[in-house]
């Protein structure tokens, strides 16, 4: 009994040592909520007298949605680093944030990653308008895993060959859609625009939809947004933009662009459906209210939908 006894405590000695005859031990953050500090690019995770710690650029976390199988791929380095760190008390941001950080709780045991890959996978946090049956981006998660990550310890190496740090959230640039109902048309083009001091919304209008003729009752003139023609985009500006920025041979390089959304192109009767309804506004006058339906914007891999019924605007006109 005492031989069976005395095998079993040796094979579960070699059970729990890695290949340098060291103890292997497990850390898990996976369920842990994600932070970040203020002052720097430093993310972490907090756990108890527990940290792990993530150093890379703030760039490395981008605003383009990943296509499925193609992660953001970062080498750890001495300039991308992965830092696990055990206290001998409770940690919080101020041990991990402030460049003099307290004295307790202090560090009682450290494993830096000396080698591996940090995979970032971008997808966008939209919020949805039940009501209009419209979305808005307003973030990014971006799930986070260490693949093939060695860990240097006091004690030897530890490799995972995955582990899972979990996801971090930023926030989206808002785009402030505050347009009011006139539009203006370009005397020279097909151009009709709306825009405030920030933001343009331009649709280059097939001319059949605009005409100086009242339309039937609920029989409004209709097309699609296209790539030729009712071409749909919308632009935010990060300087002063005015009127002068319209109608140009040469689209202006002043106010400095900061993003361009275009409109996907429609199918009729299904999506991206233009309406044109025009009523008569006195003698030769005419009043031309245009309402996009089922419409969605578009920017590289990121999308949101307009709504069921998005006014652009009204166009006045006279013969």
Same mark, same amino acid.
């Given at each position: ?45 907090? $756990? ?8 890379? =650029? ?12 193609? =992660? ?32 307790? =709780? ?36 971006? $799930? ?19 582990? =899972? ?155």
């Amino acid at each position: 009994m005492k031989r069976v006894l005395s095998l079993l405590v040796f094979a579960l000695a070699l059970n729990g040592c890695d290949d340098g005859n060291l103890i292997q031990e497990d850390i898990n953050f996976e369920d842990v909520t994600t932070e970040s500090c203020s002052t720097n690019d430093l993310i972490y995770k907090l $756990n108890d007298k527990e940290a792990l710690i993530l150093d890379i =650029p703030s760039t490395s976390f981008t605003t383009e949605p990943s296509t499925v199988g193609a =992660p953001t791929i970062i080498d750890i380095s001495s300039t991308n680093r992965v830092v696990y760190r055990l206290y001998n008390g409770t940690v919080a941001t101020d041990n991990i944030c402030e460049t003099i950080a307290p004295a307790t =709780p202090y560090v009682t045991d450290q494993w830096s990653a000396t080698a591996g890959e940090i995979q970032i996978f971008t997808t966008a946090v939209k919020t949805v308008n039940t009501t209009q049956n419209s979305t808005r981006i307003t973030g990014y998660n971006h $799930n986070i895993v260490f693949k093939n990550i060695t860990f240097a310890k006091t004690n030897g190496t530890q490799v995972y060959e995955t582990f =899972p740090f979990g996801d971090y959230v930023t926030t989206a640039t808002s785009l402030p859609f505050l347009f009011d109902e006139t539009v203006e048309k370009c005397g020279t083009s097909n151009q009709i625009y709306n825009y405030t001091t920030s933001e343009a919304l331009m649709l280059n209008i097939d001319p059949s939809l605009i005409i100086n003729e009242a339309t039937p009752l609920n029989a409004p003139r209709t097309g699609v947004i296209g790539t030729t023609t009712n071409i749909f985009t919308y632009r935010l500006f990060s300087g002063l933009l005015t009127a002068a920025y319209f109608c140009n041979t040469t689209t202006p390089t002043t106010p400095t662009l900061s993003q361009e959304w275009n409109g996907v192109a429609g199918v009729t009767g299904t999506s991206g459906i233009i309406e044109v309804t025009t009523t008569t506004n006195g003698p030769g006058n005419y009043k031309h209210t245009i309402v996009i339906k089922k419409a969605t914007l578009k920017k590289g891999n990121n999308s949101f939908l307009l709504g069921d019924s998005f006014t652009y605007g009204v166009l006045l006109t006279s013969n």
